[in-house]
């Protein structure tokens, strides 16, 4: 019995030596904590890293959806890219060159949270928007 207890007192003592020099070894000059220097906020997504505009999608899905006079465009919700006509690629055509520059990313993104899928007949025309 005594054998047991003092198996159980030495083991408890090395772990308490051995918390105490590692805690020690860091303050003393070990690894430094490392500082995370923010990269700002979504407005600085430039589509470089592609962390930062997950996040500012992800950010953007807990917010209101912002809308940039098209409502119209909600009746297209789930129709994939390519089955647009000419007419209705159009009236996307219409909204983007109505807007400024920096708003085109916003209105992907708003497009996007509202499930509705940018005709290919305008997509070149956008993303050489966004990239202004």
């Not at 708003?103 to 509705?116: D, F, H, P």
């Amino acid at each position: 019995m005594n054998i047991i207890l003092l198996s159980i007192a030495a083991i408890t003592a090395l772990g308490v030596l051995a918390g105490g020099i590692s805690l020690f070894s860091k303050r003393k000059g070990g690894e430094e904590d490392q500082i995370v220097i923010a990269k700002g906020d979504c407005s600085t997504c430039n589509g470089d890293d592609e962390a930062c505009e997950q996040t500012c999608m992800m950010e953007a899905a807990t917010k209101p959806i912002e809308y940039y006079d098209d409502e119209e465009l909600d009746r297209f919700k789930g129709r994939a890219s390519t089955d647009y006509s000419p007419e209705e690629a159009e009236e996307f055509s219409e909204v983007l060159y109505t807007m400024r520059p920096e708003e085109a990313k916003g209105w992907n993104r708003s497009l996007i949270l509202r499930g509705i899928n940018v005709p290919n007949q305008i997509k070149d025309e956008l993303i050489a928007m966004m990239e202004e």
